[in-house]
């Protein structure tokens, strides 16, 4: 059984800083892609920022103000959000694709989501 903790969601006031945490735990054999999510209220589920290998990739809108990182020996894959708006309130979730086997497929796993509020 594999299981996604999301962690460092908060309250805070707009100019602020969060960094939120995913941990990865169970029966793993390796993870590839990490990437978090996020979902406002009425609004579709949308990739905030995704890493694989050296890569990384974020939404433009949030290009310059946060960081996605990870520690591959810990199994956990941080987003540092600078320069927090208040649009970017919203459930952030993350998400890894994970293989529990050596010969097994890569499947994909999400966290159970953390809120993220940005006052204004």
């Known amino acids: 059984q594999v299981q996604l903790v999301e962690s460092g969601g908060g309250l805070v006031q707009a100019g602020g800083s969060l960094r939120v945490s995913c941990a990865a735990s169970?029966?793993?054999?390796?993870?590839?892609?990490m990437g978090w999510y996020r979902q406002a209220p009425g609004k579709q589920r949308e990739l905030v920022a995704g890493?694989?290998?050296?890569?990384?990739n974020y939404v433009d809108s949030v290009k310059g103000r946060f960081t996605i990182s990870r520690d591959n020996a810990k199994n956990t894959v941080y987003l540092q959000m600078n320069s927090l708006k208040p649009e970017d309130t919203a459930v952030y979730y993350c998400?890894?694709?994970?293989?529990?086997?050596?010969?097994?497929?890569?499947?994909?796993?999400w966290g159970q989501g953390t809120q993220v509020t940005v006052s204004s």
């Open positions: 169970g029966s793993i054999y390796s993870i590839g892609a």
């Open positions: 890493t694989s290998g050296a890569s990384t």
């Open positions: 998400n890894a694709n994970i293989q529990l086997y050596r010969w097994g497929s890569p499947k994909n796993y």
